[in-house]
């Protein structure tokens, strides 16, 4: 989910379990959309990106769901392990002729063993 | 696996002093991106660099900011005049095109005191 100022929302999981990470982006117009890992005291890590003629997209362990029409983006990560805990972003590009990256709050993952 | 990679990790500076930071984008990529975390906050665009000039700025980034390729490899931010809500990560990322993912680099902390 989203949420505003300092407070990232948490979602706790079990090693093995499926993860869902939601996002809202703003931009109707936006036709490029990643995920990124972030890790404490790194930088964003590229996850899988999709783009905006597409509804789904897989990658190893992870899938990417765009719903235009409300302005949706999930991130399912399958079997999730501990090395997955990390705040997760989703970015959308609102730049028309060259990349710009609006990022959302965040989703801090703890995936327990 | 190509990175971004950036220095110093780590910069404390007085208010009103210059800094510099610094990044060696990935060797084939043509766009060049800056963006900064302040903590506990979303990561926001400054600037966008291709062709050896600035393609996009963000409100953020003013006359105390300034980009610059001096060579083939480096890319650099300078803040001419540091304030203490310069405090945040700054993030160098590239791309190989306009529309593909961009990866970012470590981060530099920039303290202000």
């Known amino acids: 989910g989203e949420s505003v100022g300092l407070h990232l929302p948490t979602l706790s999981v079990q090693e093995g379990d499926n993860s869902i990470i939601n996002c809202a982006y703003s931009n109707s117009a936006s036709d490029y959309f990643i995920w990124y890992k972030q890790e404490s005291g790194k930088g964003p890590q590229f996850i899988i990106d999709i783009r905006s003629n597409m509804d789904k997209r897989q990658g190893q362990r992870v899938t990417v769901l765009l719903n235009k029409t409300v302005k949706h983006l999930s991130l399912q990560i399958a079997a999730t392990q501990p090395g997955d805990s990390a705040v997760y972003f989703c970015a959308e590009n609102i730049g028309t002729g060259f990349q710009k990256l609006v990022f959302g709050t965040g989703t801090r993952l703890l995936v327990s063993p | 696996e190509p990175e971004v990679t950036q220095t110093p990790s780590h910069q404390v500076t007085q208010m009103g002093q210059e800094v510099i930071l610094r990044c060696v984008p990935i060797s084939n990529h043509l766009y060049f991106y800056w963006y900064r975390q302040i903590l506990g906050q979303k990561v926001e665009f400054l600037v966008s660099?291709?062709?050896?000039?600035?393609?996009?700025k963000s409100e953020i980034f003013d006359d105390q900011f300034s980009v610059e390729r001096p060579d083939g490899s480096n890319f650099t931010l300078k803040i001419r005049s540091t304030k203490l809500e310069d405090s945040a990560m700054y993030f160098c990322?590239?791309?190989?095109?306009?529309?593909?993912?961009?990866?970012f680099g470590q981060g530099t902390r920039l303290t202000v005191v």
């Open positions: 660099f291709y062709n050896n000039e600035i393609s996009e």
């Open positions: 990322a590239s791309t190989k095109d306009r529309d593909t993912e961009a990866f």
